[in-house]
Nanobody, 121 residues
Framework: QLQLVESGGGLVQPGGSLRLSCVVS???????IGWFRQAPGKEREGVSC????????NYADSVKGRFTISRDNAKNTVHLQMNSLKPEDTAVYYCAVLWRCALVLTSVRYWGQGTQVTVSS
């Protein structure tokens, strides 16, 4: 049975850092793993994704230079290191198994349950 379990969300002050983790189980292969987010009253948007072997990554312009995605296939885990966080990064962050490493909703094969990230002083 496929499971995506996210962790690492929480409350952080502007300029701070958080590290999100997503453990994927019950899936023998994927084309990529991504992170999407949805802020209150806004549409869900792609944040970052990494290809199956980790050789290719994509980032939304709004997070380039601040967020870093990585994956450890031995542990079936994908991390999203988020630095220099801003209030506008506040959202529910969703891990997703992808058909391809692209930051569009149509690339999503399976969704995780989401984890809340709040950036506020």
């Amino acid at each position: 049975q496929l499971q995506l379990v996210e962790s690492g969300g929480g409350l952080v002050q502007p300029g701070g850092s958080l590290r999100l983790s997503c453990v994927v189980s019950g899936l023998s292969n994927d084309a990529g793993i991504g992170w999407f987010r949805q802020a209150p009253g806004k549409e869900r948007e792609g944040v970052s994704c990494v290809s199956r072997l980790g050789g290719s990554t994509n980032y939304a312009d709004s997070v380039k230079g601040r967020f870093t995605i990585s994956r450890d296939n031995a542990k079936n885990t994908v991390h999203l290191q988020m630095n220099s966080l801003k209030p506008e990064d506040t959202a529910v962050y969703y891990c997703a198994v992808l058909w391809r490493c692209a930051l569009v909703l149509t690339s999503v094969r399976y969704w995780g349950q989401g984890t809340q990230v709040t950036v506020s002083s």
